[in-house]
T-cell receptor
Framework: KAGVTQTPRYLIKTRGQQVTLSCSPI?????VSWYQQTPGQGLQFLFE???????NKGNFPGRFSGRQFSNSRSEMNVSTLELGDSALYLC???????????FGNGTRLTVT | AQSVTQLGSHVSVSEGALVLLRCNYS??????LFWYVQYPNQGLQLLLK??????LVKGINGFEAEFKKSETSFHLTKPSAHMSDAAEYFC???????????FGKGTRLHILP
């Protein structure tokens, strides 16, 4: 059974640009959550999608957005990149509530 | 606000010694609790989860955790540390059926030879 796939693994962008990250869930998983991981802040919740609807949202500015497609694949977009957006972005999928999260290996975003 | 506190951002133990990683949560309602492990350059992997069936939960790689409602704690233990246990460990809480999963800031476990 294939795991959670995140693409790309590494990304280097400059300030002001925008970026799109992709996450393909495990087959049968309809919930997709996104987290930002940085050394100082740990894992911070960005948002969760379930059946193409955003079900939860963290405390991030509107520059961070996401969506989920009918096949449960999800994308997150960050516009007008700032240096502070440099982080490991993790996607986690599950069957739903009270089900453990299965994580991808993340996308390492570096903003210069 | 809901929160998860992991005491100690770094913990060092000798190989063969007891591992104890602490996690406390803030909630008056027993939550769903998880421990995850992260190895370098990888995502997180589930170690174990508590769902109210039993207060002592056994996980993979010899780890276990005990839910103590009176102390709002869910500490992770392993009787004998192995070099391969060196990683970062995260405690996570899902407070109710419609809420997001919140992670602690993580504890990096170092194993001394």
């Amino acid at each position: 059974k294939a795991g959670v796939t995140q693409t790309p693994r590494y990304l280097i962008k400059t300030r002001g640009q925008q970026v799109t990250l992709s996450c393909s869930p495990i087959s049968g998983h309809r919930s997709v959550s996104w987290y930002q991981q940085t050394p100082g802040q740990g894992l911070q919740f960005l948002f969760e999608y379930f059946s193409e609807t955003q079900r939860n949202k963290g405390n991030f500015p509107g520059r961070f957005s996401g969506r989920q497609f009918s096949n449960s694949r999800s994308e997150m977009n960050v516009s007008t990149l700032e240096l502070g957006d440099s982080a490991l972005y993790l996607c986690a999928t599950s069957r739903g509530r009270n089900s453990p999260l299965h994580f991808g290996n993340g996308t390492r975003l570096t903003v210069t | 606000a809901q929160s998860v506190t992991q005491l100690g951002s770094h913990v060092s133990v000798s190989e063969g010694a007891l591992v104890l990683l602490r996690c406390n949560y803030s909630s008056s309602v027993p939550p769903y609790l998880f421990w995850y492990v992260q190895y370098p350059n990888q995502g997180l992997q589930l170690l174990l989860k508590y769902t109210s069936a039993a207060t002592l939960v056994k996980g993979i790689n010899g780890f276990e955790a005990e839910f103590k409602k009176s102390e709002t704690s869910f500490h992770l233990t392993k009787p004998s540390a192995h070099m391969s246990d060196a990683a970062e460990y995260f405690c996570a809480v899902e407070m109710n059926r419609d809420d997001k999963i919140i992670f602690g800031k993580g504890t990096r476990l170092h194993i001394l030879p």
